[in-house]
């Protein structure tokens, strides 16, 4: 047999090996490509996990929003409920012991409550319907599915406990555009408020409070400063001057009997739940800020350029003609309120141009009153004009047009009829040519309208003089028998597409915002109507009249108890006009708060005195013929307590309570923090004169009870309720909260 022969040279037999190699490298590439595809995918996976996380996280806290807008809409009915339980029981007050005040108070709460909830064929279950409406952010959009929406598999319960209404089983789905789903399921506590009635409200809670100015109150600082705690401005009204910049915080109240005014380029900013109690607000081309609990007996009125009006909380303009004349408070004008009805009369009124207005962060705004146009202030001694009444709530400057009435209807026929306004010449001699008719054609269709003045409900009108360089000029202005005349009558010529549109152009002149959100929960009481401007768009909101129909004896009741609560404030710095006394009707604030005679008696006619501690200084002032005290005269870290009967003139740091008889004056580099704890401790400090020892609240009306264990500040348990001191907030609870 033949030898194999090797076919293969050695050099081949080496290049085979290295083949080899080559195959050992691809069988490692493909590991790890392997694994780093293995990798990429895990990667690819944790990423879906996180997102899918990340969007059922987002999902959940969208639908947590859900629940804490419905949260926002019942604390709005709370806030209600407790404003009327209160004002009953205060209606209540004499005749009622401490047990009866608290179980009426319960009863009313929870009945209020209850009638806003409830179905209309099971006073057992809440309407779901009415708790969507509460959704602003989060409601749903039915073209999407995107959303919140509330669940009616379960039985909406309300039920009445001793702790007060429960809302049982309210479950909330929410569902995003991704598809992802949350369920939230709760139970929601109305729990009733914490209030003590079983002080009388005689004593006020004098201590909360960094100033009492008896007559005025002025900020006077070219530049920013503040206030922390209560203030009274005054008889005769508080004052932002030009350029000031006020801050007022944590103060339970801020009062005036007149006007706050905030001058050109100044600020006032409210924080917090600040209770503020004012006859009028005048802002003139500068910066107001109220977040809390607004009362006012008048107008806010804006003038001058660019002012800035931010609304927040509960605006609440309790001033009308007619239920003025029902409170206690005001018997003695009855002839006053019949004259000039604009006087009583609540409205916002925009006088000024570029005006921004946000009205859109309010849970309630109240206009009780009409707006008017101030003819009387342009009357002369030969002429006396009377205001004229508005349709609208809230108004504008150039909406006047709208009532004057219209020219085809003065002087039909006659040579110099057919306008409006007209001046004096011409005035007299249509009077002439008239031979005594009437100049008012009511008959006559009116343009654009295409109805007479008759058929719109107007028989009447008034004639408003106004003096120019060499006479005056005659208007004539409708005149209307009641409010739903005005309002339906405004309705009527702004639904004419021809006047919308100019009264849209001359509106947008005046403001460059009215803003009210659509579909917000902010609860409405307009006595007439208003207008609005949103995102370039003016648009109306009518007056609830007909709505408020079933709640008209309350409101006409909460109207006239507000005018005998402001005017209580104004005499004591009480919420009970029941509980003042004849004499202190008749007295000021520092009068019923000063024993003025003992003080001047023990430190002698114009002297001051000092009670000294061994870290504070009380002063007892008698500077009313006197040189103007100033609290830069003692050391702000010692300086705790000041009683002057003249003016004070805060130009330092100061801490504790000032009350004066006059006016008092906040500098430049000045401010005043309420501190009543040091106060309690300074009114205290003693003296003694003569073999004569004292302390400043013996000069003080009811002195001790300020300072006896547990009375600072309890007199006022039941008007914090009313006033804004009890937190909304803190009585809407969710109970039994699960999430899926």
């Known amino acids: 047999m033949m030898p194999r022969r090797n076919l293969f040279p050695l050099t081949d037999q080496?290049?085979?090996?290295?083949?080899?190699?080559l195959v050992l490298v691809i069988v490692a590439i493909a590991f790890i490509g392997i694994l780093t595809a293995i990798i990429l995918n895990l990667c690819l996976m944790n990423y879906r996990m996180k997102y899918m996380d990340l969007s059922s996280k987002d999902n959940f806290y969208t639908a947590e929003t859900a629940l804490d807008e419905i949260k926002a809409g019942l604390g709005i009915e709370v806030s209600d409920a407790l404003s009327v339980a209160y004002i009953k029981?205060?209606?209540?007050?004499?005749?009622?012991n401490s047990e009866e005040r608290r179980t009426g108070f319960q009863y009313t709460y929870l009945e209020k409550l209850r009638a806003e909830l409830r179905t209309a064929s099971d006073s057992g279950k809440y309407d779901c319907s009415l708790l969507k409406g509460y959704l602003k952010e989060t409601k749903l959009d039915v073209s999407t599915g995107v959303g919140a929406d509330l669940s009616d598999t379960v039985q909406p319960l309300l039920t009445a406990t001793e702790r007060g209404l429960i809302l049982k089983n309210l479950v909330i789905k929410y569902k995003d555009a991704q598809d992802y789903v949350t369920y939230i399921k709760t139970d929601i506590l109305l729990a009733f408020p914490s209030v003590d009635f079983t002080q009388t409200s005689t004593m006020?809670?004098?201590?909360?409070f960094g100033l009492v100015a008896n007559n005025d109150f002025t900020v006077s600082a070219a530049g920013t400063t503040s206030i922390n705690g209560s203030v009274y401005g005054g008889k005769e009204g508080m004052t932002v001057s030009d350029g000031s910049k006020l801050t007022i915080?944590?103060?339970?109240?801020?009062?005036?009997?007149?006007?706050?005014?905030?001058?050109?380029?100044?600020?006032?900013?409210?924080?917090?739940?600040?209770?503020?109690?004012?006859?009028?607000?005048?802002?003139?081309?500068?910066?107001?800020?109220?977040?809390?609990?607004?009362n006012i007996a008048d107008d806010l009125t804006i003038k001058g350029k660019a002012s800035n009006i931010r609304l927040a909380g509960d605006f609440y303009g309790f001033g009308n003609a007619a239920t003025a004349k029902n409170a206690l408070s005001l018997q003695g004008e009855q002839t006053a309120i019949e004259k000039n009805p604009a006087d009583y009369s609540s409205s916002i009124i925009v006088n000024g141009s570029g005006s921004n207005i946000d009205l859109s962060d309010l849970n309630k705004l109240v206009l009780s009153g009409n707006a008017y146009i101030s003819t009387s202030s342009k009357s002369t001694v030969a002429n006396t004009n009377v205001d004229v009444m508005l349709g609208e709530s809230l108004t504008v400057k150039s909406n006047q047009v709208i009532y004057m009435v219209p020219p085809e209807c003065i002087g039909q026929g006659m040579h110099n009829g057919g306008a409006n306004p007209m001046n004096g010449t011409?005035?007299?001699?249509?009077?002439?040519?008239?031979?005594?008719?009437?100049?008012?054609?009511?008959?006559v269709k009116m343009k654009g309208l295409g109805k007479s003045l008759k058929e719109m409900g107007v028989s009447s009108y008034q004639k408003a003089f106004y003096p120019v360089s060499g006479g005056s000029m005659v208007y004539f202005f409708l005149k209307f028998d009641n409010e739903d005349v005005a309002n339906n009558y405004f309705r009527a010529y702004y639904g004419i597409e021809e006047n919308k549109k100019r009264l849209d152009d001359y509106l947008k002149l005046y403001v460059d915002e009215i803003n009210i959100q659509e579909g917000s929960p902010t609860k409405f009481n307009l006595n007439g109507n208003l207008m609005k401007y949103v995102s370039g768009t003016v648009s109306t909101k009518n007056d609830t009249r007909a709505e408020d129909t079933g709640d008209r004896n309350y409101l006409d009741t909460k109207q006239a108890t507000f005018q005998d609560m402001f005017a209580a404030q104004?005499?004591?710095?009480?919420?009970?006009?029941?509980e003042l006394t004849e004499t202190e009707k008749n007295n000021d604030v520092f009068t019923n708060l000063v024993l003025e005679s003992d003080m001047r008696g023990f430190i002698g006619t114009n002297q001051r005195k000092e009670f000294t501690g061994t870290d504070m200084i009380s002063v007892l002032v008698d500077n009313k013929n006197g040189a103007v005290f100033k609290t830069s005269e003692y050391n702000a870290d010692k300086l705790?307590?000041?009683?002057?009967?003249?003016?004070?003139?805060?130009?330092?740091?100061?801490?504790?309570l000032i009350i004066a008889k006059g006016s008092v004056t906040l500098k430049a580099g000045g401010s005043v923090t309420a501190s009543p704890d040091d106060v309690a401790k300074a009114i205290q400090l003693e003296k003694e004169i003569a073999g004569v020892t004292k302390c400043p609240m013996d000069f003080l009306v009811g002195g001790s009870d300020y300072v006896l264990s547990g009375a600072v500040g309890a007199s006022q348990g039941a008007a914090d309720a009313a006033q804004g001191a009890v937190n909304i907030k803190d009585l809407v609870i969710c109970e039994n909260w699960t999430k899926e």
């Open 89 to 96: 029981v205060m209606q209540q007050y004499s005749g009622t």
């Open 249 to 294: 915080d944590n103060a339970k109240q801020i009062i005036t009997n007149k006007a706050l005014t905030v001058q050109t380029n100044g600020s006032l900013t409210l924080t917090n739940n600040t209770s503020l109690w004012a006859k009028n607000l005048l802002v003139d081309a500068s910066n107001l800020d109220l977040n809390g609990y607004s």
């Open 14 to 21: 080496k290049k085979n090996n290295k083949g080899s190699s």
């Open 426 to 443: 011409q005035y007299s001699n249509l009077v002439a040519e008239l031979g005594g008719n009437e100049i008012v054609n009511y008959d």
């Open 204 to 208: 006020p809670d004098l201590l909360s």
């Open 570 to 578: 104004g005499i004591k710095l009480i919420d009970s006009y029941h």
């Open 640 to 656: 705790r307590f000041v009683v002057a009967t003249g003016n004070v003139l805060i130009d330092s740091n100061f801490k504790g």
